[in-house]
């Protein structure tokens, strides 16, 4: 009963408003400028946020431990600094260096240069008191961290000779060097290093406090202005630094920019070819372009806004631009195509109030539904990122819809007075008495016929096609075919639903170009196998000393060093360490009195014995104590990561890997400060739940409001349904995986899919005739050309940004693509089709159910007459009978 109740309201509202519109056109044209003006000083306050807690999900592993355990495991910068056992990103500069020729680094002409290099890095000064990198560095006992691997110099002849060798990656010899930092490395079949492709070096810095951070990043800055200057005979140098992290946010944000130009001139390009047809006196080129002008509006007035409120920009609003350009323009041709349906007899005011009062409803809707499903992105998102997202294009989106039915709809005002008093559509000027053969091209619309429509079809437009197509959509045969490939277009998506894939790197913003695209391009080619070193914790109380505990603790390291993610042989474990100090007969005479499986005893050989052996010193950073050192209330146990092909395959992995851990008898976390990336990958089925559920709910209350027919509501969700699967399905087939940018992008394309079937089932709907195929010619006429031109415009909104080679950009435009090529196939196609044959199946169920209610309401009438007769025959039998009798 409820269906439709403000769609009759709505659509005498934007009756009214169309009026008003003509009535008060500048209002409504310089009221939108001087607002623009006015939000667009905020964009003085204009500011990246760069912050790591705006990736950080709320409740990932990240987001509950990191705190804790940097309470329990705390590093001073200044005294025990250890790289490996840092729980955040901290500040550093790093090289990878390689050989001119492509040979081996380890040649001693080859290795004087990178010594060359390290004195170089190590002297340069950064201030006027003369710091150098000794006097920032991070320190471990009073010494800065040390490239151990450049202790080699002096063995590179021995190792010619073969007199000194390397096991890789382990080995006693080898850990004094760090051979994990060669790159590229030739093994013999013992497992010896025969050559290096290259070598890295680190450089950590001290930054635990504001003052100490603003050093740093002064040191970073010179260490990469020191390294573009220094030239090499033999070395070639890829580095990078901490900031360049943040360096890159900025760098995307203004790659990504500077070609929202170049959309616009596309997107202009193909409005004028588009709206400018060869009838120069009716086409509206000049509405199409102060379109694309009101979609720059509301972007500048969203972003004036929101930097006035103190949010700042992150890498994934770089798209929003493209998109509010794209999704802008479709509710102009909707407003367009409704008035060139007006009769061109009336005046502008009437045909402006029927223009509204057809197109109104239907952009109110399709806006609505853009809005409500970013707003609800804004209120559930566990992940500030995205919520930021929502938050740009939901206020853009506010924006965009207020200009387009207010400064928009003026200009139409104005080209409908140009087309009234006889003015040529692009450049103003009157239609002349006596045209030359050069008037004929330019000015096609003869004065004296001009108001005969019939007379002043455009010779070829899109227009054209589209009746060509209207005929052949009628037919029976059409019908069964595209609901053939409807089917196979379904059952191809649900395949590739099962296809279903997370993809995520931990290297995000490599902006191509940049020293920190090609550092991370030789790392991933030299560095690819022992990659990351996972800190596992085991976080509860444990007592070390009883043989079970121990037995658990042990089987837990061997269970998971078989796991396919972990280098094995490369475990570090203070734990087994212990046992083993314990176990070795030369200490027995050291020991004997105590009882190792007392756990005072034990905690008490381990802090007063072991952790004083200068090996084994390191190992008091991975125990956490009580406050009187009587209990272990956590430790931590590290393990390097093997090969994995990719972020996606490295996540599957990792999730293997932890859930290994919910086997054994006591809570564990894996930590890895990079790590928040896969935070933000477990967030994402729940994100994604969510935000569909929702955004399904909110479509479905605006669709029962607004849409005037039940039909029109199960077309919307059809479509949200179908372009939905569709997109995931051809996603997952083209290996575009899921993550953060692809969820952000889904809620766009239920817009897609709300904009067209919303157009095409109100016009379905608002046809006078009665009749399916009146109905969907009257559809496929009012709505094929708009969704023609909403889909190229979006694609030509984001096509230039392809020149940015960001992986996560490039993701975000190939699923946008694929959205507007899938919805745009169901507004022209699926939807018309599937429509009608729903309102075939209705007009039959009525038909068949009003004529088996006739028929029944026949046959009671002739029962009741038949009743009637048969009294009526007995009255008479009887009044004779009397009268007889009398």
Same mark, same amino acid.
């Given at each position: ?33 001087? *607002? ?14 760069? #912050? ?10 990240? #987001? ?19 790289p490996?056992?840092v ?11 390689? %050989? ?50 450049l ?54 810095l ?48 203004? &790659? ?11 997107? =202009? ?49 770089t ?9 802008? =323009? ?6 367009l ?5 007006? +009769? ?8 402006? %109030? ?36 929502? =938050? ?52 096609? *619309? ?32 059409? %019908?069964?075919v ?59 109380e444990? +007592? ?25 042989s ?27 499986t007392?756990?005072? +005893? ?13 090996? &084994? ?25 093997n ?37 933000? /990958? ?17 479509v479905f ?28 399905g051809? =996603? ?6 899921l ?6 992008? /889904? ?8 904009d067209?079937a ?24 009012m ?27 490039l993701?975000?435009?190939k ?24 309102d ?16 029944k ?30």
């Amino acid at each position: 009963m409820m269906i439709g109740i403000a769609y009759h309201y709505l659509s005498q509202a934007f009756q009214k408003h169309g009026i008003n519109i003509s009535r008060n056109t500048s209002w409504y044209i310089t009221v939108p400028i001087f *607002v623009t003006l006015i939000l667009a000083t905020g964009l003085q306050n204009f500011h990246h946020d760069l #912050d790591e807690d705006s990736i950080v999900p709320t409740g990932g592993i990240i #987001d509950k431990y990191k705190s804790r355990l940097m309470q329990l495991f705390p590093t001073n910068f200044k005294r025990n600094f250890d790289p490996a056992r840092v729980l955040r990103n901290i500040h550093y500069g790093t090289v990878i260096v390689q %050989a001119f020729d492509g040979g081996s680094v380890l040649r001693e002409f080859i290795f004087r240069e990178i010594v060359s290099l390290d004195r170089e890095i190590q002297n340069f000064v950064i201030n006027e008191e003369g710091w150098k990198y000794k006097d920032i560095c991070a320190k471990n006992e009073g010494k800065c961290y040390v490239n151990k691997i450049l202790l080699l110099e002096n063995k590179l002849k021995e190792f010619k000779s073969d007199t000194f060798r390397l096991k890789y990656p382990n080995g006693n010899i080898s850990r004094n060097y760090d051979v994990l930092t060669l790159g590229g490395v030739e093994l013999n079949e013992e497992g010896y290093v025969l050559s290096a492709k290259s070598v890295k070096l680190f450089y950590f810095l001290y930054d635990s406090n504001k003052l100490a951070e603003e050093i740093a990043i002064k040191w970073e800055n010179r260490f990469v202005d020191t390294l573009n200057k220094l030239n090499f005979s033999y070395i070639k140098i890829n580095k990078d630094v901490s900031h360049s992290r943040d360096e890159s946010k900025k760098q995307l944000f203004l &790659a990504t920019l500077k070609y929202i130009p170049s959309s616009l001139v596309l997107m =202009m390009t193909f409005t004028i070819v588009s709206c400018l047809t060869p009838d120069f006196l009716r086409s509206k080129p000049w509405t199409g372009i102060m379109s694309s002008v009101s979609t720059g509006m509301s972007i500048i007035s969203g972003f004036g806004l929101l930097q006035y409120a103190g949010i700042g920009v992150s890498p994934m609003e770089t798209m929003v631009p493209f998109l509010i350009l794209g999704i802008g =323009m479709d509710d102009t041709f909707v407003i367009l195509k409704a008035w060139m349906k007006t +009769d061109p007899t009336k005046s502008v005011q009437e045909r402006m %109030a029927e223009t509204f009062s057809e197109s109104g409803v239907s952009i109110t809707i399709t806006s609505l539904t853009n809005i409500a499903s970013f707003s609800a992105g804004i209120f559930i998102a566990t992940i500030p990122m995205y919520e930021k997202f929502c =938050m740009f294009m939901a206020v853009c989106l506010i924006f965009d819809y207020v200009y387009q039915i207010t400064f928009v709809a003026a200009i139409l005002v104005l080209c409908g007075r140009a087309e009234q008093y006889r003015l040529h559509s692009l450049i103003f000027i009157k239609f002349p008495e006596n045209e030359t053969l050069l008037q004929r091209i330019f000015c096609f *619309v003869r004065p004296e016929d001009s108001k005969n429509e019939k007379d002043n079809k455009p010779i070829v437009t899109l227009t054209k096609f589209v009746d060509i197509f209207n005929k052949v959509m009628k037919k029976r045969l059409t %019908a069964i075919v595209v609901l053939l490939v409807y089917f196979i277009y379904l059952g191809i998506s649900i395949w590739g639903l099962t296809k279903f894939s997370y993809e995520q790197e931990l290297d995000m913003n490599l902006v191509h170009g940049t020293y920190r695209y090609y550092y991370h391009k030789t790392n991933e080619k030299y560095y690819n196998q022992y990659k990351y070193r996972l800190q596992l914790y085991i976080t509860e109380e444990l +007592d070390y000393s009883n043989p079970i505990t121990q037995r658990n603790v042990e089987d837990m390291l061997q269970t998971l060093e078989s796991d396919p993610l972990i280098a094995g042989s490369l475990t570090e474990s203070w734990f087994r360490s212990y046992l083993q100090f314990i176990s070795d007969n030369r200490i027995n005479s050291f020991i004997n009195g105590y009882n190792l499986t007392n756990s005072e +005893d034990f905690i008490f050989v381990l802090r007063k014995l072991f952790l004083r052996i200068p090996e &084994a010193k390191r190992f008091g950073h991975d125990i956490s104590f009580n406050a009187n050192f009587t209990k272990i209330v956590s430790s931590r146990f590290f393990f390097q990561t093997n090969i994995t092909k990719n972020g996606s395959d490295f996540y599957n992995q990792f999730n293997n890997f932890r859930e290994k851990l919910n086997s054994f008898p006591f809570s564990t976390v894996v930590y890895h400060p990079l790590f928040y990336h896969f935070d933000i /990958l477990d967030a994402i089925p729940t994100t994604t739940i969510q935000t569909l559920c929702i955004v399904l709910f909110t479509v479905f209350i605006i669709s029962c409001t607004m849409l005037p027919n039940v039909i029109c509501i199960v077309c919307v969700l059809f479509s949200i349904i179908s372009v939905g699967a569709g997109v995931m399905g051809f =996603m997952f087939l083209l290996i575009v995986g899921l993550n953060i940018t692809s969820v952000s992008v /889904l809620i766009v394309v239920i817009g897609y899919s709300v904009d067209y079937a919303a157009h095409v089932s109100c016009a379905y709907i608002s046809a006078a005739e009665n009749c399916p195929d009146k109905r969907l010619e009257n559809a496929i006429s009012m709505t094929a050309t708009p969704i023609v031109q909403g889909s190229m415009t979006t694609i030509l909104a984001i096509i230039a940004a392809l020149n940015v080679s960001e992986k996560e950009t490039l993701l975000s435009i190939k699923i946008i693509i694929l959205a507007c090529i899938i919805a745009g196939i169901h507004g022209i196609a699926f939807v018309p089709i599937i429509i009608s044959l729903i309102d075939r199946i209705f007009q039959k169920y009525h038909y068949l159910r009003s004529k088996w209610k006739s028929s029944k309401t026949n046959a009671k009438e002739t029962e009741r007459n038949t009743n009637t007769s048969t009294t009526q025959s007995t009255g008479i039998n009887i009044i004779y009978v009397t009268d007889s009798t009398l």
